[in-house]
């Protein structure tokens, strides 16, 4: 395969990945489930809308460094390394979940995909995973 068409398909696949945390979680999470849940204290809401807005903006930020760089290969790793950090900071707050009385997801929230399996640990493991490989290729490809 051409490395232009590697580099093609890593960057499609990057923009896949940004998409997914930058548009899914405040898609889901404006909810009664979450933000405008009525148990949640005002503190709390605050510190949700600022963690989708913070995740939004560093998706935009992302993709336009991804496609409109002036280095490619700087953007690349720029949007790489800006998706890895949002990635790692769900699963260091899914794994540490028990230390502050955390869940994954709460009743009537999003459901479970069945055999016990959360969908938002699902969903991220596989977009981390593919954010991962398209760096990979990306990289490949933007580094001739």
């Not at 459901?111 to 490949?140: E, K, Q």
Request: charged share 10%; proline share 7%.
């Amino acid at each position: 395969m051409p490395t232009d068409t590697v580099a093609k398909v890593g960057r499609a696949l990057m923009t896949l990945t940004t998409l997914t945390y930058g548009l899914i979680p405040p898609l889901a999470d404006i909810s009664p489930t979450h933000l405008f849940h009525p148990d949640w204290p005002p503190h709390a809401r605050m510190h949700a809308t600022w963690l989708m807005a913070v995740n939004t903006s560093l998706s935009v930020l992302s993709l336009t460094l991804l496609w409109r760089a002036k280095d490619p290969a700087l953007g690349t790793k720029a949007a790489g390394l800006l998706g890895t950090l949002v990635y790692a900071g769900f699963f260091l707050s899914a794994g540490t979940a028990p230390l502050y009385g955390g869940a994954l997801s709460d009743e009537g929230g999003v459901p479970s995909l069945g055999a016990g399996l959360d969908a938002n640990l699902v969903v991220f493991s596989i977009t981390s995973v593919l954010h991962l490989t398209g760096w990979a290729l990306a990289s490949r490809g933007s580094s001739t």
